[in-house]
């Protein structure tokens, strides 16, 4: 990847109608900007991006 800094991983849950929530979190090169940027957009269009300070394993909301 040319600019992995710009990179940030999302997962929506769905149906997003009823679940409107999308977790953010950053790879290992991917910059802050990148993360504040995508809440952001995620909000933008009434998204709740809650932004994880860490990869783990699974989902945070599928843990429920």
Not at 16 to 25: A, D, K, Q, S
Request: proline share 11%; aromatic share 10%.
């Amino acid at each position: 990847m040319d600019n992995p800094e710009c990179f940030p991983v999302a997962h929506a849950f769905q149906p997003v109608y009823l679940l409107p929530l999308v977790e953010l979190w950053a790879g290992e090169r991917t910059g802050p900007d990148a993360l504040e940027q995508a809440a952001a957009i995620y909000r933008a269009i009434g998204m709740h991006p809650p932004v994880m300070r860490r990869e783990v394993d699974g989902f945070i909301a599928n843990r429920l």
